[in-house]
Every structure is written in C-alpha cells, then in structure tokens.
C-alpha cells in the first residue's frame, strides 16, 4: 500500500500548484468527456451524434427562432394550408361554430351532409393511392351500413349488456387469427387502427422486458423503413428507437445492421411484411431466428397488406418466404381488417402467440372508488358498429372472396410495376411482389412527375430518403378491367416523356417541399411544419383567415 500512498502525495503536491478554478474546471471537463463516452458506448456513435445535433438545433430554435426565420416559416406554413382549407370548401357558406340556439330539422342536417360529402372528393375513378380500398361498388356500402345501424348504439366496453357485439368481436378476432396461422394458444385484440395495434404491442413488450427480464431502459429495433408508428409507440412509452438501414438494392432491412444495432435492453425486432414505403416484405424468418437465438420477441408488421399476403399461397401467388405464425421466433402481428379486409374504418387486429403476451397490453385498476376497472385496448369506450361492420365484411367476403381480390389486386400492381420499367427515365424501388410499387428515377427529379400527376387528378404518395412515390393499388384499380391501373401507366409515361426534355430541372409544385425537406438538417422543423397542419385542420374559421392572410399579401406587394 505504501507505493499507492506515494502516488496519492505526489498528486496531491502537484494540485497544491494548481488554481481551484482550474481544479473545477478541469473535473467538470473530464465529467462531461465520461458521460459521452459512457453514452457513446450505451448507444453508439451515430446515435450520440444525432442526439447532440437535435439538442443543439432545439437550443437555437428555443432562444434565437426569430432571428433565424423559425417563427415565420411556421406562420407560412400555416397560412398555406389555411388557405388550402378554404378553397376547398368555398361552396359551402353556412359556418356552425357553435351548438344552435333550436333544434335543426332533419331534412336540413341531412342535406348539409350532403354538401359535406360533395366536397370530399371523387374516389371513384382510382385516382388515390390506398386510401379507398374498396370503394362500396354493388350495394356494399348499404350492406356494411346495414349491419352496422343494427349495432349503432352498442358499447363493448360492457360486454355483459352486449353480449351479441361481444360475441362478433371474438369470432372476428378468430378469424384473422386463423387467417395467420396461430394455433389454440394464439390470441388477440381488434382495435382502432394500425397505429394502435402497433402501440399496444410495443407497450406489450416493453411490460414484458420489465417484468420478465428486469429491463429499465428499453429500446426497440425496426427498420427505417418500419411505419412512423412504430416512433409514435417509442416516443409514448419512452423507448429508444433504434432504426436500421435499408439495402439500396432490395429495399430489405439490411440484416447486419438490424444486428448490430441490438444489445441487452433490446425489447423486441420489427420487420414488415410488407413495408409501406416500397411495399417490400423484410425477411422475416432471418428476423425471427436471430430473435430467437437472442431471447427477443419479433413482431410482425402486415397492417397494410394483411389480407393479401395471407391469401396469395392460395391465389397462385406463392412467396419465397413465411411470415406468419408458422414461423417460429414470431410472436406478434398486426393486420389492418379496414384496408384489403375492406371493413369499416377504424378497424384492425394485434395478434400474440399466446394471452402471456396479451395480458400485457392491457391494463386494470383494482383501486378506483368508481370500480374495478380494466380495458384491453387503449380505448375505455369503444365502437360496437364498427365490430359489427368488420364481423360483416369478414363473413360477407369469406375466404374465396379474400383470394380472388388478392388475386385481381397484386395483378394491378404487376401490371403498374412492369408498365414502369419499360419507361425510360423510371425505375421501381426493389421487387414488389404485392400491391405497393415504388417509383424513382436516376435520371430526373421524381417530384416533377409528382406535379405532373396532381394536374392529371392523381393523388400518389410522395416519400423520401431516398426520393420517391409509390402508388398502392386497390380493388379500384381492378375494375373495367384495371382501366384505371392503364392509365396510371399511361400518365406516368407521357410525365416521364416529357420530364426528360428539361431533366436538369427541379420541382416548383406542392410536391417541391420533399424536396427542399431533405435537406434541412434540423428535422424537427419539418415535424413542426406537419403538427401546423393541423392548426389550420381545426380552424373552423379558415375562410375568414385566409381573407385575411391575402390582405396581408396585398399590402406587402
């Protein structure tokens, strides 16, 4: 012990020379070099140094927005989608910001519902990519509607009173289940949406991690191509999302990454069957396996194409891969009923491997003066219609009504995918094998052809990292003999044609601001621009302010 003594003598005569400003300064320096590299070797690297850009960005725009246009780009950002609003629904003159004073008469509420719906836009010619993915064609809509007026004022939230809407949502559940290929341990839930399918199985697994192997600090493993709903769930329930890179080639997660990228506090591995990017399907089994191997639960993302992937064994569409139950390491999967399931929006399923898993989604307090409470999902009250509806779409299709739409609907997106790479100028993003194709160019700004398709009444999704659209075909596409896929095909070659003259040139139109977006390297002011969308979404009064936003614009000129 004498030679440590030695060394603690001699540091402490050197430090006697050494200011206690320096002392403190020097100890905060060597703190502050210990905590990044202790992060840094928590999370890595390339996550550290995007934290540290976020918080520097987030600093300049708290104390110094003003200065440096912040405050005015939203305003900008605001006022264009005011007045987007507003041109939108100028036919319609009646404001109704508050209740009215009398009861209105029927006749006159309903026919203001039909002014309402007329402003909503023609789906009927194909135009929209997804959105509509039935359409309500031979008296469907008045079917699904009839089944649910029966179910209008049923809550599940009680089931004991509603024994018959409790008895459709099992069976509904069931069937997607068996649909996936569960066994009799395997289980689920129907809920609102993709998005909460999504988050209650992360909220699953991260109890899960907690409860069963003592995880404090979760984090979560998906590919950046996994849908933002997958961020949503990590930013609610404090995960650490860690994104892994898509092969440029396949569109597929690249598999060494998403392994690189998992540790100890790993709660689960996402891959996506298909993506909504470029409609890819991630590979699964690899995914599942190295969960397995590592003791983490997979969960399996087909809230998009769901009842299509399920089908096309049995559609003559065979695919290289498993995705479902049958593959051993998958323990969750989520599947839309409300897109290719064509139930009524606001529907869709999460499924487990067995009620262990489920019970941790749920939630129940045993303490509250008003009662014992518990509710599966994140909704108390909940929507018995919709149960209803779904249960009668699910029987009204049954499964060779499921395979022949699958059929008809991947042939649509065959038949967009190969009218593309006969274009000079296009590409396809990877090798879509269901109903989403991607579209890109090497040659020319793709958000031009976005411009293109807006005048020509298209409404295709815009993406990015890289630039792209992808148009996700429907059972709109495929009637009259997929006219409207044809002549998607045919707009897309006379934009690409014409695009081609001036290829150097750069998008002016809506779609520009993809564009422009990526590269701003501060991305929460585009989140921010997006969340100002919906300031002017829910202002009732967007005619008057776009009045006034003009007026503006006038005097400046």
Same mark, same amino acid.
């Given at each position: ?8 003598n ?8 050494t ?12 703190a ?6 202790y ?10 140094? &995007? ?9 300049? &725009?708290?104390h ?21 609003f507003?041109h ?11 209740l ?7 006749k ?11 402003i ?15 359409g309500g ?7 699904i509607n ?17 024994s018959?809407? &409790? ?30 399918s999504?988050?209650l ?7 899960h991690?907690?409860y ?28 650490r999302?860690?994104h ?37 399907i991630?590979?699964i ?11 983490i ?14 089908f ?10 498993k ?10 999967i ?22 262990a ?25 909940? !929507? ?24 008809? !609907?991947?042939?649509?997106?065959k038949?967009?995918?190969?009218? !593309? &790479? ?8 990877g090798?879509p094998m ?18 293109y ?23 709109l ?16 070659e ?25 590269? !701003? ?15 002017a979404y ?16 006038s005097?400046?000129?």
């Amino acid at each position: 012990m004498d030679h440590v003594q030695n060394a603690v003598n001699t540091f402490d005569e050197k430090l006697e020379k050494t200011s206690p400003t320096k002392i403190v300064i020097s100890t905060l320096a060597a703190a502050y070099v210990a905590n990044k590299m202790y992060k840094i070797y928590k999370v890595g690297l390339n996550d550290t140094v &995007r934290e540290s850009k976020e918080n520097t960005f987030l600093f300049l &725009r708290k104390h110094f927005g003003h200065l440096l246009g912040y405050d005015a780009a939203m305003k900008d950002a605001t006022n264009s989608f005011i007045k987007e609003f507003a041109h939108k629904q100028s036919t319609i003159k009646v404001l109704n910001d508050k209740l009215p004073s009398d009861p209105v008469d029927k006749k006159e509420i309903l026919a203001l519902c039909e002014k309402m719906a007329a402003i909503n836009g023609d789906f009927t010619q194909g135009q929209y990519s997804g959105t509509i993915y039935h359409g309500g064609q031979d008296g469907y809509t008045e079917f699904i509607n009839e089944a649910m007026n029966l179910h209008q004022w049923t809550n599940p939230l009680h089931g004991g009173q509603f024994s018959g809407v &409790r008895k459709m949502e099992a069976e509904a559940i069931s069937m997607v289940v068996n649909m996936f290929k569960g066994d009799a341990d395997a289980c689920g839930a129907l809920t609102t949406g993709g998005t909460e399918s999504i988050l209650l199985a992360m909220k699953a697994y991260r109890e899960h991690a907690k409860y069963e192997r003592g995880i404090t600090e979760p984090e979560l493993v998906v590919p950046v191509t996994a849908h933002a709903a997958f961020d949503k769930a990590a930013h609610y329930f404090g995960i650490r999302i860690r994104h892994a890179r898509m092969d440029p080639v396949t569109c597929k997660v690249d598999m060494k990454h998403m392994k690189s990228l998992v540790n100890g506090n790993t709660i689960a591995l996402v891959g996506s069957a298909p993506h909504y990017p470029h409609g890819i399907i991630d590979p699964i089994e690899e995914i599942a396996a190295f969960g397995m191997k590592r003791g983490i639960p997979v969960h399996v993302d087909a809230c998009l194409g769901g009842f299509i992937i399920a089908f096309m064994e049995k559609a003559g569409l065979p695919l290289d891969e498993k995705f479902d139950f049958t593959v051993p390491g998958v323990t969750s999967i989520s599947c839309d009923t409300h897109k290719y399931g064509f139930a009524p929006k606001g529907s869709s399923t999460i499924m487990y491997r067995n009620a262990a898993l489920r019970k941790y989604q749920m939630h129940s307090q045993p303490n509250w003066p008003g009662g014992i409470y518990a509710s599966p999902t994140i909704s108390g009250s909940r !929507i018995g219609n919709v149960v209803a509806g779904t249960w009668a779409a699910l029987m009204y299709h049954g499964e060779k009504g499921y395979v022949e739409s699958a059929s008809q !609907i991947v042939s649509a997106a065959k038949l967009v995918a190969e009218g !593309i &790479r006969k274009i000079p100028g296009l590409k396809v993003m990877g090798n879509p094998m269901m109903s989403v194709v991607g579209i890109a160019s090497d040659d020319f700004d793709i958000y031009r052809l976005q411009d293109y398709l807006v005048e020509r009444h298209w409404d295709l999704n815009s993406l990015q990292f890289p630039p792209s659209l992808h148009i996700c075909c429907t059972k709109l596409h495929t009637i009259n003999d997929m006219e409207h896929a044809k002549r998607l095909v045919a707009d897309l070659e006379s934009g690409a044609a014409l695009i081609m003259q001036t290829k150097d040139a750069v998008s002016s139109g809506g779609a520009a601001i993809y564009g422009t977006s990526q590269r !701003i390297p501060d991305r929460e002011i585009i989140g921010d621009i997006a969340k100002s969308y919906f300031d002017a979404y829910y202002d009732v009064h967007v005619e008057e302010h776009a009045a006034e936003i003009n007026a503006e614009a006038s005097k400046k000129q």
